[in-house]
């Protein structure tokens, strides 16, 4: 095989691999890693298909992993209602997930919209 052809081969393998034949496990690992490149629609769409169950299924901390990040990315989206149902699903899985204090705080919001803090922000 020449450098070329070498090359080439890996410009084309990573793309050769169709989206329907990721395992959950890979969709979420592809959420955090388009994520972390400021893709939030991406890594949305890659949490979601992680969580659906049609790629397999996710070990309980991995799902409460990606309801977690579903929740923030609805968070982030000014989405309150959709974040507060994402961080409950994420504690029903694994109550040590870290979201208590958000959902709590999410869940004031909606009682009183005019003081809501966002993360790193002062009221809006």
Same mark, same amino acid.
């Given at each position: 095989?020449?450098? $070329?052809?070498?090359?080439?081969?890996?410009? &084309?393998?990573?793309?050769?691999?169709?989206?329907?034949?990721?395992?959950?496990?890979?969709?979420?690992?592809? $959420?955090?890693?388009?994520?972390?490149?400021?893709?939030?629609?991406?890594?949305?769409?890659?949490?979601?298909?992680?969580?659906?169950?049609?790629? $397999?299924?996710?070990?309980?901390?991995?799902?409460?992993?990606?309801?977690?990040?579903?929740?923030?990315?609805?968070?982030?989206?000014?989405?309150?209602?959709?974040?507060?149902?994402?961080?409950?699903?994420?504690?029903?899985?694994?109550?040590?997930?870290? &979201?208590?204090?958000?959902?709590?705080?999410?869940?004031?919001?909606?009682?009183?919209?005019?003081?809501?803090?966002?993360?790193?922000?002062?009221?809006?």
């Amino acid at each position: 095989m020449s450098d $070329g052809d070498r090359r080439l081969r890996l410009i &084309v393998l990573p793309f050769a691999q169709v989206s329907s034949e990721r395992t959950a496990q890979e969709w979420y690992e592809r $959420g955090y890693a388009l994520r972390g490149e400021n893709d939030l629609d991406g890594a949305r769409d890659a949490f979601e298909r992680a969580t659906s169950g049609t790629h $397999g299924t996710l070990p309980p901390f991995s799902q409460a992993g990606a309801l977690r990040a579903l929740g923030e990315l609805a968070d982030i989206r000014d989405d309150v209602s959709e974040a507060i149902r994402l961080y409950r699903a994420a504690i029903a899985v694994d109550p040590k997930i870290g &979201v208590s204090k958000r959902l709590a705080a999410l869940e004031r919001s909606q009682t009183n919209p005019r003081g809501r803090k966002l993360p790193g922000r002062g009221p809006v």
